[in-house]
């Protein structure tokens, strides 16, 4: 599995409040983040159908640390 680095712009007090709640459920801004997205596909794809790949959102894909 590839795993891609991504860039994104963010107001201070947005990333300050996104990692309040990654703390307060135990995870890093990163993780948090990626839970966020995975619940976005899988909300998209109960809606209007699998988007074709290999990986479910369901699937607790973590990077390999380096």
Do not use: C, Q
């Not at 074709?52 to 640390?65: A, F, H, L, M, T």
Request: charged share 35%; aromatic share 4%.
């Amino acid at each position: 599995m590839a795993v891609k680095s991504v860039s994104i712009r963010i107001e201070d007090e947005m990333l300050k409040k996104i990692a309040y709640i990654a703390d307060y459920e135990g995870r890093s801004v990163n993780s948090h983040i990626l839970v966020l997205v995975r619940n976005a596909i899988k909300d998209f794809e109960k809606e209007h159908g699998t988007i074709e790949g290999s990986i479910s959102p369901d699937d607790n894909v973590k990077p390999s640390r380096r």
